[in-house]
């Protein structure tokens, strides 16, 4: 290879000198958790989290809430507007269906008419 290129890192899929040669591929369980499933307990005053059992701060797990919290409103708002302008297109709809319904028989009644 010249000096401006890279030999390729070959990593193996099995593990080397197992007797299973069992894949590397397989998910490790990380040492770090999200804390995203907390529990409280309301006589010791304190929060864990249910995944990893470790106590969580109170403040993040408030926090965290508060955050989510405003997401969901947002999303209502957004979604509040969104059936408004909906309802107002529905209501065009049924306008023009009405009107349509009535040219239709206005024209039926003018084709009776002529045919007679």
């Known amino acids: 290879m010249g000096e401006n290129e890279e030999e390729a890192v070959v990593l193996p899929l099995f593990a080397a000198g197992t007797d299973d040669e069992?894949?590397?591929?397989?998910k490790?369980?990380?040492d770090w958790c999200?804390?995203?499933?907390?529990?409280?307990?309301?006589?010791?005053?304190?929060?864990y989290c249910r995944?990893?059992?470790?106590?969580v701060p109170a403040f993040?797990?408030?926090q965290r809430l508060a955050k989510s919290h405003d997401?969901?409103?947002?999303?209502?708002?957004t979604?509040?507007?969104e059936a408004r302008v909906l309802r107002g297109e529905l209501e065009n709809l049924k306008r023009e269906e009405r009107n349509v319904k009535a040219r239709i028989r206005n024209a039926k009644k003018k084709?009776?008419?002529?045919?007679?």
């Open 79 to 81: 979604a509040q507007r």
């Open 111 to 116: 084709a009776t008419e002529l045919g007679e």
């Open 60 to 62: 993040d797990v408030l």
């Open 51 to 55: 995944d990893c059992k470790r106590e």
């Open 22 to 26: 069992a894949p590397l591929l397989m």
């Open 71 to 77: 997401r969901f409103v947002s999303s209502r708002d």
């Open 34 to 47: 999200r804390h995203a499933r907390t529990e409280v307990d309301g006589e010791a005053r304190r929060v």
């Open 28 to 30: 490790a369980k990380p």
